[in-house]
């Protein structure tokens, strides 16, 4: 039986099922990244839901985990050199069980590097634009007077749609034919744009073609079904 003792977070959230992959998340854009990864993937792993709206994340143990104070990270009992290893980021993540599985990821370099600029493209801009469009319009930042940060982030929301429109024209999914974490990545900050932050109207997203429908052929996977909602909210 692996031994997590060395992880403060395992005193907070304690691991019933040690010898499996750890996963500490909530069923956001982020979160979801990972556990329809591992959904897809089959492989073991224990859940932990951290409660964000009560500042789990600012714990002593999580922080232990992740000094970042967000969701998601893991504990793999099987790491490199059958090591545990802790990583935080949600698109690490993605790349290091896509690595460590071989799959979700192409083989050939060209490919590969490819699928990853893509991933770069979901942490640089999609989420963090998308995200303050969820604040701006949903959240706190809907009572703010001065409506040019509402109106800057769903510009270039707008424009980044644009940008995975072009991309699919033509393609099943990011890469093509193969799914790959680019599109794990992507499909949950497009889902919670459209449907959470009740944005499909601000961003025009009726207009689309490509996108509406690489979404629907996402969302219709089983394991993207079963992702969307892991860790179980209380």
Do not use: C
Not at 160 to 185: C, K, N, P
């Amino acid at each position: 039986m692996s031994d997590l003792s060395a992880f403060p977070i395992t005193t907070r959230w304690p691991a019933q099922q040690p010898d499996r992959l750890q996963l500490y998340s909530l069923p956001t854009p982020n979160g979801v990244k990972v556990s329809i990864m591992l959904e897809e993937l089959g492989l073991p792993y224990e859940p932990h839901m951290i409660d964000i709206g009560r500042n789990e994340t600012w714990t002593p143990e999580f922080l232990a985990l992740n000094p970042n104070g967000k969701i998601p990270a893991i504990i793999d009992p099987d790491g490199p050199g059958e090591q545990p290893i802790a990583l935080f980021e949600s698109g690490a993540i993605l790349l290091y069980l896509a690595e460590k599985t071989g799959r979700f990821l192409p083989a050939d370099p060209v490919l590969r590097y490819e699928t990853i600029q893509w991933v770069f493209f979901q942490m640089a801009a999609v989420g963090p634009m998308f995200g303050q469009v969820g604040f701006f319009h949903k959240f706190a930042g809907r009572d703010y007077e001065d409506k040019r940060p509402l109106e800057r982030y769903v510009a270039e929301s707008k424009r980044l749609l644009g940008v995975l429109e072009t991309r699919l024209a033509g393609r099943t999914w990011i890469m093509g034919e193969a799914y790959t974490i680019a599109d794990i990545s992507l499909l949950g900050w497009v889902r919670n744009l459209i449907g959470f932050y009740d944005a499909g109207d601000l961003v025009d997203f009726a207009s689309l073609v490509q996108v509406p429908a690489w979404l629907e052929r996402g969302l219709a996977r089983p394991a993207v079904q079963r992702g969307l909602s892991i860790p179980l909210r209380p």
